[in-house]
């Protein structure tokens, strides 16, 4: 005899990546509506497809003089 696909376990795990994938939509939904309102990203369609064009690109990341001492205490 076949065993049944769903069992308590299986389910329980389903259950949990189900609302973990609808937490990350969620918030990454939020993000990019706030994104668009602030100005950050315009939006293309064309067609099915839907593009991003960032507007305000980020700054990258200058290095910290603090960051560069503790290295070397480090080593």
């Not at 329980?12 to 602030?38: G, M």
Request: net charge positive; aromatic share 10%; glycine share 2%.
């Amino acid at each position: 005899m076949t065993q049944p696909f769903w069992t308590p376990e299986r389910k329980k795990d389903y259950l949990q990546l189900v609302e973990s994938r609808s937490k990350r939509r969620k918030y990454h939904r939020e993000y990019n509506k706030n994104a668009r309102a602030e100005g950050r990203y315009k939006t293309i369609r064309n067609g099915n497809k839907t593009y991003f064009q960032n507007l305000k690109p980020r700054q990258p990341k200058q290095p910290n003089k603090d960051d560069n001492q503790i290295h070397k205490q480090i080593i």
